[in-house]
Nanobody
Framework: QVQLVESGGGLVQPGGSLRLSCAAS????????MGWFRQAPGKEREFVAA????????YYVDSVKGRFTISRDNAKNTVYLQMNSLKSEDTAVYYC??????????????????WGQGTQVTVSS
């Protein structure tokens, strides 16, 4: 069991950067794959990025490749999402997620066990 708390969201201009953080309560944090999803108004929750529990392999949705970087610090029980070159279409509530299932189908929300409360990211001039 793990509780997740996101932080770092806010308002940023197009082309700007933000770093989201997700702090996990569970001491077995290193056993979980971690991920980020986002949900814009009127849209379904969308996979953004994931990082594996062992080798820290990463997986990104095409729309953020080259702009976003997911990373983790197991000593701090924290996963990060560095977002650069932000666009208006990145505006959404961003959710942190965790799972200890296999590294398959990570883009599907149903594959994830635990979710944070979300943090708002708004990209606007």
């Amino acid at each position: 069991q793990v509780q997740l708390v996101e932080s770092g969201g806010g308002l940023v201009q197009p082309g700007g950067s933000l770093r989201l953080s997700c702090a996990a309560s569970d001491y077995t944090f290193s056993n979980y794959h971690m991920g980020w999803f986002r949900q814009a108004p009127g849209k379904e929750r969308e996979f953004v990025a994931a990082i594996s529990r062992s080798t820290s392999r990463t997986y990104y949705v095409d729309s953020v490749k080259g702009r976003f970087t997911i990373s983790r610090d197991n000593a701090k029980n924290t996963v990060y999402l560095q977002m650069n070159s932000l666009k208006s279409e990145d505006t959404a509530v961003y959710y942190c997620a965790a799972t200890n299932r296999a590294w398959v189908g990570m883009e599907g929300p149903r594959e994830w066990h635990y979710w944070g409360q979300g943090t708002q990211v708004t990209v606007s001039s």
